[in-house]
């Protein structure tokens, strides 16, 4: 199976940066179409942050342009989000995503979620 494992959520003061790592962990082969990061705050539905294709296509919120950049590391089938000029709306569970193919099958999938909270 494809676990997509998150790290690097904390407290930042506004005008801070933090960086969100996704690393895709198998066991087996299987192709990546994409990967990227989606966020739900309180109340909200979760929304699309930041996406990047296998060919280094991105596409990113209007919320977080110039101010968050997305890059793979494909030697460890991971997706990186830098983020910097915080604001107290991104505060949010950012969660990893990938569209990847196991075998003949192709299908979304979700990290566990890493929490990123701007307070003064």
């Known amino acids: 199976q494809v676990q997509l494992v998150e790290s690097g959520g904390g407290l930042v003061q506004p005008g801070g940066s933090l960086r969100l790592s996704c690393a895709a962990s198998?066991?087996?082969?299987?192709?990546?179409?994409?990967m990227g990061w989606f966020r739900q705050a309180p109340w909200n539905e979760r929304e699309l942050v930041a996406t990047?294709?296998?060919?280094?296509?991105?596409k990113y919120a209007d919320s977080v342009k110039g101010r968050f950049t997305i890059s793979r590391d494909n030697a460890r089938n991971a997706v990186l989000l830098q983020m910097k000029d915080l604001k107290l709306e991104d505060t949010a569970v950012y969660y990893c995503?990938?569209?990847?193919?196991?075998?003949?099958?192709?299908?979304?999938?979700w990290g566990q979620g890493t929490q990123v909270t701007v307070s003064s």
């Open positions: 995503y990938g569209d990847l193919q196991i075998g003949a099958v192709r299908d979304d999938y």
């Open positions: 198998r066991k087996i082969f299987f192709s990546i179409y994409a």
């Open positions: 990047i294709t296998s060919g280094g296509s991105t």
